[in-house]
């Protein structure tokens, strides 16, 4: 088919999981599995473990329901912009669908036509076309049928092959009629989505910062433990008031452990989520789709957006 191929879509369970590989949900299901032992332990109620887990568990369906929104937003607007171009078939001009072009098909571009596919130009009246998402270029190209003369390293450079036409680029003024050489991903547009889909996701400032808090919170957590342990063994010993040898070792060591749980902020990963999900809403409301809740606090901290001369 003539169209970009999309990325591999991840599985709802592969996504629900991706959400819980955040370091602060780590650390809450590290303190929901000590919160159960300690249940165990001392033959309490599980009320601590089934909290934390299902502060966990809203925090990974409310993620996974905003992206899937977003997600079907954008596939919405991808069928609404799935193209006709006017082609030759059997010697009549016909209308099919862009996605159904092959090579060698004449296609008849107009002003206002999307180019569909890459295509070397057979016939040209006044032809300009806007290459600006490919280019740079913010006036429109002059067309031509010549042939050009290569550069030094035997190729003419994107910008100055003015006898083709590009699928992305769109006719502003003339008409003209091209055959196609390249459809879908072999095409110059192809390239630029095949770079794009293999480039590397960076972090977002929030999931930077969220991640150091919980680097330093399991630091102060462990600490806290091994002062509390250290602390409550020591005056267990000198105070003598133990039956066995680890009965002292067992009560402060649960002590410690109550109070690195009651020190991890259950409730942080959940506001985080639902306060980036009422941003997203609010966008929403004014048409614009955000496919990663974590981009709205990057957008929130945006100072300057600079754009070049296409726009």
């Known amino acids: 088919k003539n169209r970009l191929a999309e990325v591999k879509k991840d599985s709802l369970i592969k996504r629900f999981f991706a959400q819980l590989a955040d370091p602060m949900i780590i650390i809450l299901l590290v303190a929901a599995a000590i919160s159960g032992v300690l249940a165990v332990v001392?033959?309490?109620?599980?009320?601590?473990?089934?909290?934390?887990?299902?502060?966990?568990?809203?925090?990974?369906?409310?993620?996974?329901?905003?992206?899937?929104?977003a997600e079907k937003a954008i596939e919405a607007l991808q069928e609404m912009a799935a193209a006709t171009s006017k082609v030759y078939r059997d010697g009549k001009i016909v209308?099919?669908?862009?996605?159904?072009?092959?090579?060698?098909?004449?296609?008849?571009?107009?002003?206002?036509?999307?180019?569909?596919?890459?295509?070397?130009?057979?016939?040209?009246?006044?032809?300009?076309?806007?290459?600006?998402?490919?280019?740079?270029?913010?006036?429109?190209?002059?067309?031509?049928?010549?042939?050009?003369?290569?550069?030094?390293?035997?190729?003419?450079?994107?910008?100055?092959?003015?006898n083709m036409v590009f699928m992305g680029s769109t006719v502003v003024y003339g008409r003209g009629k091209a055959v196609v050489t390249a459809t879908g991903m072999d095409t110059e547009?192809?390239?630029?989505a095949d770079a794009l889909a293999n480039a590397e996701e960076g972090k977002t400032p929030l999931q930077i910062k969220l991640a150091g808090l919980?680097?330093?919170?399991?630091?102060?957590?462990?600490g806290i433990c091994v002062v509390i342990f250290g602390v409550q063994l020591g005056s267990a010993y000198i105070t003598g008031n133990y039956e066995t040898i680890f009965d002292p070792i067992l009560s402060s060591f649960m002590v410690a452990i109550s109070l690195a749980v009651a020190a991890i902020p259950e409730g942080l990963a959940t506001v985080v989520t639902i306060v980036l999900s009422i941003g997203v809403t609010k966008m929403s409301k004014r048409s614009a789709v955000i496919r990663r809740l974590t981009a709205v606090e990057t957008l929130g901290c945006t100072q300057v957006i600079c754009s070049d001369k296409t726009g």
């Open 42 to 69: 001392e033959n309490e109620s599980f009320a601590d473990v089934i909290i934390i887990l299902a502060v966990v568990l809203i925090n990974a369906i409310l993620g996974v329901y905003q992206e899937s929104k």
């Open 95 to 162: 209308t099919v669908k862009s996605e159904d072009l092959v090579k060698g098909d004449i296609v008849v571009l107009e002003a206002g036509d999307a180019v569909p596919a890459d295509g070397r130009i057979i016939q040209c009246a006044s032809m300009k076309i806007e290459e600006a998402a490919l280019t740079g270029e913010s006036v429109p190209v002059g067309k031509l049928i010549d042939v050009l003369t290569a550069g030094e390293n035997g190729e003419v450079p994107l910008g100055d092959r003015k």
């Open 189 to 192: 547009m192809g390239k630029i």
């Open 214 to 222: 919980s680097k330093i919170l399991t630091y102060l957590v462990i």
